[in-house]
């Protein structure tokens, strides 16, 4: 045993190298041969069909919408059933009309508040699976690129450095 923390390999043994690193981020990592995200770590020639998708609507918004759309509703139908339609001023239906575009406004808001976030899925042994989803636009790209740099490398077979011994190219004059 080494005292100074070097290691010694028999004569002979093959030099293993560390993965080609594509991405690493805290919490997410991609080399040639593994996506990571947390916990969760795929090896890359095992993902096949690579999709990206925005995923659901902030659930805020949604009921935001709903509830002002039913409202809206409602008092239409009241006004129209207490025949309350044919006393209003114009200046009241300008003021419906502003209102009713109420739910439009709140999801217009809402995807700008808390827009949905980036989502990247693929097939993993037959079934379909979410690998990543962030709500940065950037991060999602250069995780996306990534993965997908990392199934070509693997399905060209593999990353190699080209070989030191090759001659360096030099016009001729």
Do not use: K, N
């Not at 993965?19 to 916990?39: D, K, M, N, Q, S």
């Not at 502003?98 to 693929?122: K, M, S, T």
């Not at 037959?126 to 996306?144: I, K």
């Amino acid at each position: 045993m080494q005292t100074d923390g070097s290691t010694t390999r028999p004569p002979g043994s093959p030099r293993r190298s560390a993965p080609t690193l594509l991405y690493a981020r805290p919490g997410i990592v991609v080399t040639a041969e593994r996506f990571t995200v947390g916990r969760t770590s795929w090896p890359v020639a095992e993902l096949t069909r690579l999709r990206t998708a925005r995923g659901p609507h902030d659930r805020l918004a949604l009921r935001a919408v709903a509830v002002s759309a039913a409202l809206i509703g409602a008092v239409g139908v009241l006004l129209g059933f207490t025949g309350g339609l044919q006393r209003l001023t114009a200046s009241a239906y300008l003021t419906l009309g502003v209102v009713g575009l109420l739910p439009l406004l709140l999801v217009l808001l809402g995807d700008r508040w808390r827009p949905p976030a980036y989502e990247l899925w693929g097939w993993h042994r037959g079934t379909e699976v979410l690998l990543f989803s962030s709500d940065d636009e950037r991060q999602f790209g250069q995780v996306t690129r990534a993965v997908q740099r990392a199934r070509e490398g693997s399905r060209l077979g593999a990353w190699q450095d080209p070989p030191a011994t090759a001659p360096v190219w030099r016009p001729t004059r």
